[in-house]
């Protein structure tokens, strides 16, 4: 073993596994160094996750960030020689109805996202598995590209370290765990072991289910448990013998019974000649703290592998046995069979990126073998370049709430994550259960006696539409389809688009108190602001109005899009709940980097929003401020901030719209709010919810959301966001966003899309969620830019306004025009779209209230 070093660039805390040892090969492919790894076990690993874990991987899921790491890591694997590209078989049993149509909505995911996965019927799947019973499906989907890493991801992982070692680049310490990170000024300074202390620039924690008490030694806590996966194993099974194969028969995921199984292959191959079959426990699922995971001299089999008991497997074992009796003909090996501990999110995926109190500080946690390699990819470029060539912001660490790093919310959401891992299927409204309550408006009551349907975002309850507003259906009830297909219709309440209709007409207000706000003051404060935002924020002139603008990258893509207040002594950054905490560290970050003397302060819950908007929103104020001729257009002009007085209390008011009709955010301190509510209530005016908010009106005025329609593969003037005019002063992402506008056209636009017949094939108007693939009609093919990316629907929205569903979608440039035919497919049914507008153009104009078609 070399000598113990005592400095080093980098420390990678948890090398044994496949995660650790992708980060150091893509490291060291990145240019890096003096890297060293350490880990509490082996190296590779002979304790954690990657040590016992099934290999396998399958492609398709329903985001594209997920997609996209399994295909880099299966490519990565198999260019190694260690992937058999055997195939995998998802099946729905029949009579389960419900996880066909989750097959289906795969299917499109599949066309979405770009994997090759496609239907298969019963006597195909009996073809590809003989072991199931052909009568006990109805069919499922088949992923040529699905398979398992061989002979398993531990030799991977040893591979890329003894690479790593043999290069000069990384030196390697097995049985070494941390017992304590040096943090100085906030910055990570290094590691002790019980070898000696490394001191360090950067550290990086991918221990796997230990991760969560590195990251306690600086105080955070990361949001993943470790969770019992029951996995067995019978036989003999001698199929395969002489054969040499790993396995045999493509991969069977029976997801119905949240269950799935393969052959090891031979009997001579490492753990061949058995069936092994694992299973995810959906009514009790068993937690195990990292602080309860044994030490190696304590446990049986290993810390991360439990014993088994029978009682935990015997019913699912029983439903398994009925799709392939085999189970029930083979002997079980005791023995064999255990209960390995994998992470399970909080989150809904991986928690990655830079720490929130120590820069220099990485985590990477939360990751399974089919993503490893593609993980090492995405935070090796982030560490390099501040950037990954993949929107990152849904599994970055910095988006976290600090109530959602409490050890009981972490605990209460990994429960509920640990009962989905493969049932049932999640839907993209799907709300949680657990952690609810934690922030509610100062007059949440009220909204509880209108009858609020609630959902939440970032802790704030928020009413996406109110029971007492349903009388309206009487009036707009032919205006407002009723949604027949239950997954259309799931977690959405009709009123909503009463409601949207009704505030089109006259006026009403809204909930915006999950507004996400942070000051920054300071000396400097302007001039970071002109560096980090595209739009101009300097000058005498923006003082006192709100600017809306957008933070972009290196290479010019939109990383962040939200609204700068210009006060007499500060700014105010107004942004969303989910987008909120992440561009607040990153202004921070920012901030420290470039010596600028400013303070960061998040006030989000110091002060709310209550949006008043409609034809009638002037009047209606009117008739609570305390100076109403201070609202004439005259006096209070567009983007305009100003005082204003309403009960008494002290409200800023800033005109601007998020749905198109005339009106103003109206922002005031935590306990003035419910006095303000009150007061514009007393008018008789509506209250309405979010979701004319957040999805039919804005869509039917085309504007765009972070993280769904803006995104880092995207630059803003294919978003159609651009200004006109490029400010003179410099700012982050400027020299590639000039190179981008010089251009004659660019390579894709945001599109606004309608669709033009919506009845499927059994004569059921849908009402379309979540990604859906836009295709050529001609060809039948998701299209595709000269980029490489993929047209898929970001929004989607269903215009009561203009009765038509609306989506935007990002078409290569020689699809964007207006008029153009396209098609869509959902749930595995082909619909037809047409483009209405390239960029930005609303299709509901309210100023002249003529709706387009």
């Known amino acids: 073993m070399a000598e113990f070093p005592q400095k080093a660039k980098v420390v990678i805390i948890g090398l044994g596994g496949i995660v650790g040892a992708s980060i150091a090969h893509h490291l060291i492919e990145r240019g890096w160094d003096d ?39 299966i490519d990565f694997y198999e260019k190694m020689g260690h992937y058999a590209r055997i195939g995998g078989l998802e099946v729905a049993r029949t009579g389960d109805d419900t996880w066909m149509e989750e097959i289906k909505r795969k299917l499109t995911s599949a066309k979405a996202f770009g994997t090759r996965a496609y239907y298969v019927g019963p006597a195909e799947i009996k073809e590809k598995f003989p072991l199931i019973e052909e009568s006990m499906v109805q069919g499922g989907l088949f992923d040529p590209d699905a398979g398992l890493v061989i002979p398993r991801s531990q030799t991977v992982a040893g591979k ?9 680049k990384l ?69 395969f ?40 426990e959906t009514t009790n699922p068993r937690l195990c703290h990292p602080r309860d995971i044994l030490e190696k001299h304590e446990a049986r089999l ?3 592998q439990r014993d088994l008991e029978m009682e935990q497997i015997i019913e699912p074992l029983e439903r398994a046995m009925e799709l392939t009796p085999i189970l029930g003909e083979l002997g079980y090996n005791e023995g064999h069979s255990f209960n390995g501990l994998l992470q399970v999110s909080a989150a809904g995926g991986p928690s990655c990126g830079e720490s929130q109190k120590v820069r220099g500080l990485w985590y990477c ?27 990152h912001a849904s599994i970055d660490y910095a988006r976290f709430y600090p109530h959602q790093l409490e050890e009981k919310f972490i605990e209460g959401r990994t429960f509920e994550a640990a009962q989905k891992i493969y049932f049932p299927a999640i839907h993209p409204r799907e709300p949680y259960a657990t952690g609810r309550n934690v922030k509610r408006s100062p007059f949440y009551e009220r909204e509880v006696e209108l009858g609020g349907y609630f959902m939440e975002l970032g802790g704030w309850e928020r009413a996406h539409g109110y029971k007492a507003n ?10 407002v389809p009723v949604r027949e297909n239950e997954w259309d219709n799931r977690h959405f309440w009709r009123v909503s688009n009463a409601e949207h209709l009704a505030m089109s007409e006259d006026c009403g207000i809204v909930n915006l108190s999950h507004f996400y706000m942070f000051d920054v003051e300071g000396p400097d404060h302007v001039e970071l602001m002109e560096w980090i935002c595209a739009a101009k924020i300097g000058g005498d002139a923006n003082v006192g109005k709100g600017i809306y603008t957008h933070f972009l990258d290196d290479e010019g893509m939109v990383r962040a899009d939200l609204t700068v207040i210009r006060m007499a002594d500060r700014c105010r950054v107004i942004d969303g709940a989910d987008a909120g905490p992440r561009d607040f560290h990153y202004v921070k970050r920012i901030a420290e980097d470039k010596d600028f003397n400013v303070t960061v302060t998040e006030v989000a819950e110091k002060y709310i929003t209550i949006g008043i908007w409609g034809p009638n929103a002037r ?22 901030i100003k005082p204003i007085e309403i009960a008494g209390k002290s409200v800023t008011a800033f005109r601007i719209s998020y749905v198109g009709e005339q009106g103003w955010e109206l922002h005031m301190k935590y306990e003035d709010g419910l006095s303000v509510w009150d007061a514009l209530r007393s008018t008789g005016v509506m209250a309405f919810g979010v979701e004319t908010y957040a999805n039919s009106r804005r869509m039917e005025k085309s504007l765009r959301l972070q993280n769904a329609d803006l995104l880092t593969q995207y630059n803003l003037i294919e978003s159609d966001l651009a200004r006109p005019k490029v400010k003179e002063a410099d700012f982050r992402g400027k020299s590639k966003h000039l190179e981008y506008k010089a251009r004659e056209h660019q390579p894709a636009m945001l599109c606004t899309l309608v669709m033009t017949d919506n009845v499927d094939r059994s004569g059921v108007a849908r009402y379309p969620v979540g990604s859906l693939p836009v295709m050529d009609p001609a060809t039948g093919e998701t299209l595709v830019d000269e980029l490489g990316r993929r047209s898929y629907t970001t929004s989607i929205a269903y215009g009561p306004t203009i009765g038509k569903n609306i989506a935007l979608a990002f078409l290569p440039w020689s699809y964007c025009q207006v008029g153009r035919e396209l098609d869509v497919d959902y749930f595995g049914e082909t619909y037809p779209v047409e483009v209405v507008a390239v960029g930005y153009k609303p299709l509901y104009d309210p100023e002249n209230s003529k709706p387009r078609s």
Not at 44 to 53: E, L, M
């Open 35 to 73: 890297i060293v790894g350490i880990d509490k076990s082996g190296i590779p690993t002979d304790i954690g996750s990657t040590a016992h874990a099934s290999d396998f991987c399958y492609t398709t899921s329903h985001d594209y960030l997920s997609v996209w790491t399994t295909q880099y890591s």
């Open 160 to 168: 890329l370290v003894d690479a790593g070692e043999k290069a000069g």
């Open 171 to 239: 030196k390697v310490f097995g049985n070494t765990p941390a017992k304590s990170l040096i943090v100085e000024n906030g910055r990570i300074k290094g590691v002790v072991t019980h070898r000696g202390t490394i001191l360090a620039d950067h550290v990086v924690v991918c221990a796997g289910i230990w991760g969560r008490l590195i990251a306690e030694m600086v105080g955070e806590d990361l949001p993943v448990m470790p969770v019992d996966h029951p996995l067995t194993f019978f036989g003999p099974y001698n199929e």
């Open 241 to 280: 013998e002489g054969t040499g194969k790993e396995i045999g028969f493509p991969l069977l995921r029976d997801q119905g019974n949240s269950a799935y199984m393969r052959d090891t292959g031979d009997p001579k191959t490492t753990e061949g000649g058995q069936i092994e079959w694992g299973y995810y």
């Open 302 to 304: 290993s810390p991360s």
């Open 365 to 391: 946690v939360a990751i399974w073998v089919k993503d490893g390699p593609g993980y090492g990819k995405l935070m090796a470029d982030w560490m390099t370049d501040g950037r990954t060539e993949i929107d």
């Open 470 to 479: 349903e009388h309206l259906l009487e009036k707009y009830g032919d205006r």
């Open 619 to 640: 009047a209606t104020l009117k008739k609570v401020v305390a100076d109403p001729a201070g609202l004439d257009p005259e006096n209070f002009a567009f983007a305009a």
